[in-house]
């Protein structure tokens, strides 16, 4: 008998629901919520590196994209769902009250931003993280051994230091801090007691130095001698914590009424996007699973018995179960990926707006569309353009660094550079070179997981870029000299998820079980172009010298 499953992927941008057959893998429907009041740039001052999200679209984005995903589906297709399990961006932290309520939607903070979501990409913490690194290296106990040796402003306690510090309003009402992966199962199970939910292994153990070598979170002493506002927290947080093929409740009366489905329904414990991700792209140990849309996060599972003694230093944590229960899952990342692109964009975008946008030679209708035409054209023609020249024509090399430094070694205070401009430099060749930088920064990650002694045996592809740009993946596959595998799927993320609904519902024992039955495979391979790959060589090491320079310049 067919039974059905539904992901539920958290993006930056917005939120998709697949309905996936258990049994086979099969996405039946899907559905995509675009959050209203993040379109609009509101609660965000992306100069001052601060990006919120308001809960609200977050929670009429569960509704609406579930719903419209099972109207799609086939008929009673509802009565035969098994499970739910949900993904989010990460490190994403909101301040709640006892009964685990995000400030937002409660009366006094419905728009304060301090009181929402403080989205992964927010770096309003950086002092804080310098902070935390500095003490850690004092403390008598290394916490940061599995964190890769440096905390970053996009985790939990650089975000929620920074918030106390800030707001007193907030540090006086703030009983406890949840991640957005956490919320949500707890929001559709009904929870009211924010002490009883079921924190996610993943986001503990990669975002806020929980480890079970430290018997759960650092102790009160540390984050008080850190900073007094911090004393008592962690009492108040979580120990425990559960991996995401762990059940955390049944689907509470109120949202089964909401979705149309029973309350027989569990819903599985939550994790990042880009660790659901990595399982629905079929992760095999030593294989570099990469996740590429607005930033990129690679993961990487290996049995946990081959790294004892291993630490690898500059990643964003090593943590076991993280990823597949029972092995050691590993995470790296770029701060931006396809965002350095859309910065281009937008840049490119600027005058068409500025100067056809208020043109009085053409009627407002025809205005828009020609806006509406350019905007969607521009990459395209780009990408066209940038794929007649060889990799040294341009002349450029770039850094990948415009939203900080994410791996290795974090630094989210670090910028971005073009080197080489002269008035021959033109925008396809401006394009190229970034293509290539955020290329290079991918291989900077290979090369220290090698450095560090785990092997990369191969690379996975995973999202939005990985399918939309050929261009893009054959530069990585000759940056990286190696061949890269692209998931089928175009819903990785989702699709994980269904896995570990599937499993936390009981349909599979494990995860990897539900991997063998419900993947959808691969279905494009890049392979490396052998001359370009020994330009990229060169290419790299000056890759690698222009950013010790600006690092040397920042410091």
């Known amino acids: 008998m067919d039974q059905f499953v539904i992901g539920v992927d958290y993006g930056t941008d917005s939120v998709r629901s697949v309905v996936v057959n258990a049994k086979n893998g099969e996405e039946v429907s899907g559905a995509v919520f675009y959050y209203p009041r993040w379109k609009k740039g509101q609660y965000c001052a992306p100069a001052l590196n601060q990006f919120r999200q308001h809960p609200l679209d977050y929670v009429e984005g569960l509704e609406k994209s579930i719903k419209k995903a099972l109207k799609a589906a086939p008929k009673g297709t509802a009565a035969k769902v098994i ?51 500095v003490h850690c290296a004092k403390w008598e106990e290394d916490y940061l051994r599995f964190e890769g040796g440096i905390y970053s402003s996009e985790w939990f306690w650089a975000k929620i230091l920074h918030t106390l510090r800030e707001d007193k309003k907030i540090r006086k009402a703030a009983f406890s801090w949840v991640e957005h992966c956490d919320w949500i199962p707890f929001l559709l199970t009904g929870g009211t007691d924010v002490r009883k939910m079921k924190r996610s292994r993943c986001a503990a153990g990669h975002k806020a130095l929980w480890h079970e070598d430290f018997g759960g979170l650092p102790p009160n002493a540390f984050f008080k001698a850190l900073d007094p506002l911090l004393d008592g927290l962690t009492e108040r947080l979580f120990k425990d914590t559960y991996t995401s093929d762990q059940p955390a409740g049944n689907l509470s009366k109120e949202w089964a009424e909401k979705l149309g489905l029973s309350t ?76 350095v692109y859309a910065w281009f964009k937008n840049l490119l975008s600027w005058p068409l707006e500025e100067v056809v946008g208020k043109s009085k030679l053409i009627d407002k209708k ?24 060889t990799p040294e024509e341009s002349g450029l090399i770039a850094l990948d660094w415009l939203n900080g430094r994410r791996t290795p070694d974090a630094n989210q205070a670090l910028k971005g550079a073009i080197f080489g401009l002269n008035l021959g430099t033109d925008a396809p060749k401006i394009f190229r070179a970034l293509v290539e930088a955020t290329c290079f920064g991918a291989r900077s990650i290979v090369d220290r997981f090698q450095r560090e002694g785990v092997p990369i045996q191969g690379v996975i592809g995973l999202g939005g870029v990985a399918r939309k740009s050929p261009f893009v993946m054959q530069t990585m596959a000759d940056v990286l000299n190696r061949t890269i595998k692209i998931a089928r799927s175009e819903q990785t993320c989702a699709l994980g ?27 494009a391979e890049y392979h490396p172009n052998p001359q370009n790959a020994a330009v990229y060589d060169d290419l790299y090491r000056k890759y690698v010298d222009l950013g010790e320079l600006v690092e040397e310049q920042d410091n």
Not at 287 to 312: F, H, Q, R, W
Not at 315 to 329: A, D, E, H, K, Y
């Open 366 to 389: 025809t205005k828009e569309k020609l806006l509406e035409e350019a905007a969607g054209r521009l990459i395209p023609q780009l990408t066209k353009a940038a794929q007649k020249l």
């Open 497 to 523: 998820a269904a896995m570990f609904a599937a499993t936390a519902a009981g349909a599979y024992p494990s995860v990897s079980e539900a991997m063998k039955a419900m993947s959808s495979g691969f279905d």
């Open 83 to 133: 499970g739910i399990a949900i993904d989010t961006t990460g490190s994403t932290p909101v301040a709640v009250n006892k009964k685990g309520v995000p400030l937002a939607l409660t009366p006094g903070f419905e728009e304060n931003p301090n009181a929402m979501f403080i989205l992964w990409k927010d770096h309003t913490g950086i002092r804080e993280a310098g902070e935390i690194n």
């Open 264 to 339: 027989d329904v569990v819903v599985g414990v939550g994790a990042f996007d880009a660790h659901m991700g990595a399982v629905g792209g079929a992760i095999e140990p030593f294989y570099l699973s990469k996740v590429m849309g607005t930033s990129t996060c690679d993961m990487l599972v290996a049995p946990t018995e081959s790294m004892e003694g291993t630490l690898v230093q500059g990643i964003c944590g090593q943590v076991n179960g993280s990823i597949i229960p029972g092995m050691t899952g590993l995470e790296a990342g770029q701060s931006a990926f396809g965002d």
